[in-house]
T-cell receptor
Framework: EAGVTQSPTHLIKTRGQQATLRCSPI?????VYWYQQALGLGLQFLLWYDEGEERNRGNFPPRFSGRQFPNYSSELNVNALELEDSALYLC???????????FGAGTRLSVL | SQQGEEDPQALSIQEGENATMNCSYKTSINNLQWYRQNSGRGLVHLILIRSNEREKHSGRLRVTLDTSKKSSSLLITASRAADTASYFCATGQNRDDKIIFGKGTRLHILP
């Protein structure tokens, strides 16, 4: 069974540009979570999607947005990139909320 | 504010020794989970302990939960070099709320 897959692995952008990160959950999982992990720091919760709806959102500006598709895959969009957006972005999926989360390998976003 | 806080922030021990790290949280929880992250990669789930459980084992891992003190501990016995990683606790209050991760404990096993 395939695990959580994220693409791309690395992404290099310049300030002001937009970034799109993608995540495919484990088959059968309806919940998808996005986290930001700046270098050497913990995970900051970004977004939680379930059954195509945004269920919860972390303390991030509106330029961080996303969506979940009918096949439960998800996309994270970051508009008007700033230098401090450089981080590892992790996606996780679970069968139901509060259950075990399975993580992808992450997308490392570098903003120059 | 952060729900889970791990302690210590960093820990270095000799291979073969036991490693203990702690997690404190602020509000009531449904369950508490521990995850491991190897350098710059995705997290791997280790153990989930429910609020009505006090102790749980998995191989060399032992997790305790004290809801009266709002704290949990993760014990890794007979540590190995492969245990070098960051360890995070994560807490969830209810099914409609997000899971919150702590800042993690960086564990380094010395040969």
């Amino acid at each position: 069974e395939a695990g959580v897959t994220q693409s791309p692995t690395h992404l290099i952008k310049t300030r002001g540009q937009q970034a799109t990160l993608r995540c495919s959950p484990i088959s059968g999982h309806t919940s998808v979570y996005w986290y930001q992990q700046a270098l050497g720091l913990g995970l900051q919760f970004l977004l939680w999607y379930d059954e195509g709806e945004e269920r919860n959102r972390g303390n991030f500006p509106p330029r961080f947005s996303g969506r979940q598709f009918p096949n439960y895959s998800s996309e994270l969009n970051v508009n008007a990139l700033e230098l401090e957006d450089s981080a590892l972005y992790l996606c996780a999926s679970s069968f139901v909320n509060l259950n075990i989360q399975y993580f992808g390998a992450g997308t490392r976003l570098s903003v120059l | 504010s952060q729900q889970g806080e791990e302690d210590p922030q960093a820990l270095s021990i000799q291979e073969g020794e036991n490693a203990t790290m702690n997690c404190s949280y602020k509000t009531s929880i449904n369950n508490l989970q521990w995850y491991r992250q190897n350098s710059g990669r995705g997290l791997v789930h280790l153990i989930l302990i429910r609020s009505n459980e006090r102790e749980k084992h998995s191989g060399r891992l032992r997790v305790t939960l004290d809801t009266s003190k709002k704290s949990s501990s993760l014990l890794i016995t007979a540590s190995r070099a492969a245990d070098t990683a960051s360890y995070f606790c994560a807490t969830g209050q209810n099914r409609d709320d997000k899971i919150i991760f702590g800042k993690g404990t960086r564990l380094h096993i010395l040969p």
